[in-house]
Antibody, heavy 118, light 113 residues
Framework: QVQLQESGPGLVKPSETLSLTCTVS??????????WGWIRQPPGKGLEWIGS???????YYNPSLKSRVTMSVDTSQNQFSLKLSSVTAADTAVYYC??????????WGQGTLVTVSS | QSALTQPASVSGSPGQSITISCTGT?????????VSWYQQHPDKAPKLLIS???KRPSGVSNRFSGSKSGNTASLTISGLQAEDEADYYC?????????????FGGGTKLTVL
């Protein structure tokens, strides 16, 4: 079974760049079966898909976030990463990484809370 | 890309059945059999219940079932149990202007009376 673990700063200042990494275990990130995605959930609100990446580097982003999102994959470390630029308080959320199969986030990390505040 | 539409809340008594709807458009639910459903308990990560409209992952109770008609997908929970009280989200593959993406519903809070 695939296991995922998010890591990164829990506090980011407004206008700066949020950076998170997801470490995958139990399967290779180069597996052709999965895309690797990020989903977020503001406190008390619903889920929002941020985007996903294939091991080849092909990316798919939420159109509403596309201008600020960059995803990358490091096959040597079995990790993939998220960068979200120019953050505001509205970007405060629990950020989840997940494996995606047939556009369904299947295995999820436990989530990490990122707060945007000065 | 707009969120899929779900009722904010539903309720039912133990042993009853409930259905949660998820309405999208011809750019998402209506065009792809790639609808999934998730259960989320407080302070927990979402758990996949149904993928590809009707498929139940190993370990998920057969009390959970999915279906789709046109632009609307549905999750039915039969034989309601207290532990089913949670938030439920639908999710669909979407495509607009040639760009693929994924869209979630706004979530439905299930209360077991």
């Amino acid at each position: 079974q695939v296991q995922l673990q998010e890591s990164g700063p829990g506090l980011v200042k407004p206008s700066e760049t949020l950076s998170l990494t997801c470490t995958v275990s139990g399967d290779s990130i180069s597996s052709p079966s999965y895309h690797w995605g990020w989903i977020r959930q503001p406190p008390g609100k619903g889920l929002e898909w941020i985007g996903s990446i294939y091991y080849s580097g092909n990316t798919y982003y939420n159109p509403s976030l596309k201008s600020r999102v960059t995803m990358s994959v490091d096959t040597s470390q079995n990790q993939f990463s998220l960068k979200l630029s120019s953050v505001t308080a509205a970007d405060t959320a629990v950020y989840y990484c997940a494996s995606e199969y047939s556009s369904s986030p299947t295995y999820w990390g436990q989530g990490t809370l990122v707060t945007v505040s000065s | 890309q707009s969120a899929l539409t779900q009722p904010a809340s539903v309720s039912g008594s133990p042993g009853q059945s409930i259905t949660i709807s998820c309405t999208g458009t011809s750019s998402d639910v209506g065009s792809y059999n790639l609808v999934s459903w998730y259960q989320q308990h407080p302070d927990k990560a979402p758990k996949l219940l149904i993928s590809e409209v009707t498929k139940r992952p190993s370990g998920v109770s057969n009390r959970f079932s999915g279906s789709k008609s046109g632009n609307t997908a549905s999750l039915t929970i039969s034989g309601l149990q207290a532990e089913d009280e949670a938030d439920y989200y639908c999710c669909s593959h979407a495509s607009e202007g040639g760009s693929a993406s994924v869209v979630f519903g706004g979530g439905t809070k299930l209360t077991v009376l």
